[in-house]
């Protein structure tokens, strides 16, 4: 699976539920290649500010996406799962927005790292 892909994957919830979600992979971890990933939701309440991103019908990659309506990438619910837990690639992110996600993630485990 690549790096900038929206895949289909059972994301255990924050009540115990275990759901078939979107989730983006921003990374391939080393050595066995599971896939560090990030939930996609449509609560965009959820959104937290110069850290997430929104994705709607009128940016340019939303159609490449494969999401349906306007929906929040976050970087605030990583998990990682093994190659064989995802059902599938439904779409992809730009490059520049997937550049945008992980400088967003890396900048922030930097500055309040210990």
């Known amino acids: 699976m690549q790096e900038a892909k929206i895949i289909l994957t059972a994301i255990p919830q924050f009540n115990g539920e275990i759901k078939n979600r979107p989730a983006l992979v921003p990374r391939e971890m080393p050595k066995y290649q599971d896939l560090l990933i990030c939930g996609i939701s449509t609560q965009l309440k959820q959104y937290i500010p110069n850290f997430d991103e929104i994705i ?59």
Do not use: C, W
């Not at 340019?60 to 349906?68: C, E, K, N, W």
């Not at 929906?71 to 064989?84: C, D, E, N, P, W």
């Not at 837990?85 to 779409?91: E, K, P, R, W």
């Open 56 to 114: 709607a019908p009128t940016d340019i990659d939303f159609r490449a996406s494969g999401l349906i309506s306007t929906s929040v990438i976050r970087l605030s619910f990583l998990t990682a799962i093994s190659h064989k837990n995802a059902m599938g690639s439904i779409g992809e992110i730009s490059h520049e927005r997937h550049r945008r996600l992980l400088e967003n993630l890396s900048q922030y485990l930097i500055k309040n790292g210990a």
